[in-house]
Nanobody, 122 residues
Framework: QVQLVESGGGLVQAGGSLRLSCAAS????????RGWFRQAPGKEREFVANIRWSDGSTYYANSVKGRFTISRDNAKNTVYLQMNSLKPEDTSVYYC???????????????WGQGTQVTVSS
């Protein structure tokens, strides 16, 4: 079993920045991929970014490319999402997840955190 705990959400004005963290514990996940997804009220959960733990390869949704950066700290078993130039449409609950494959499909993920709210005011 893997436990994921997100932190770092909050309220920020448009154009501002936030950094989300996702700490993992439990079963070893060094061979897995770690991703960030988000879900706004009434919408499907959507892919934001992910990182392959073994080599640090990353992939981003077009909507966040150039504004968000995903990174990892191997020693802390933690993944981060640095979000810059935030827009009101980025408002969502953000979830981190672990998958055995490098995937953008939320249904391919095996473990999920509890989510953290990000609200961007205009």
């Amino acid at each position: 079993q893997v436990q994921l705990v997100e932190s770092g959400g909050g309220l920020v004005q448009a154009g501002g920045s936030l950094r989300l963290s996702c700490a993992a514990s439990g079963r070893a996940t060094s061979s897995y991929a770690r991703g960030w997804f988000r879900q706004a009220p009434g919408k499907e959960r959507e892919f934001v970014a992910n990182i392959r733990w073994s080599d640090g390869s990353t992939y981003y949704a077009n909507s966040v490319k150039g504004r968000f950066t995903i990174s990892r700290d191997n020693a802390k078993n933690t993944v981060y999402l640095q979000m810059n130039s935030l827009k009101p449409e980025d408002t969502s609950v953000y979830y981190c997840a672990v998958a055995k494959i490098f995937t953008t499909n939320p249904y391919d993920n095996d473990y999920w955190g509890q989510g953290t709210q990000v609200t961007v005011s205009s």
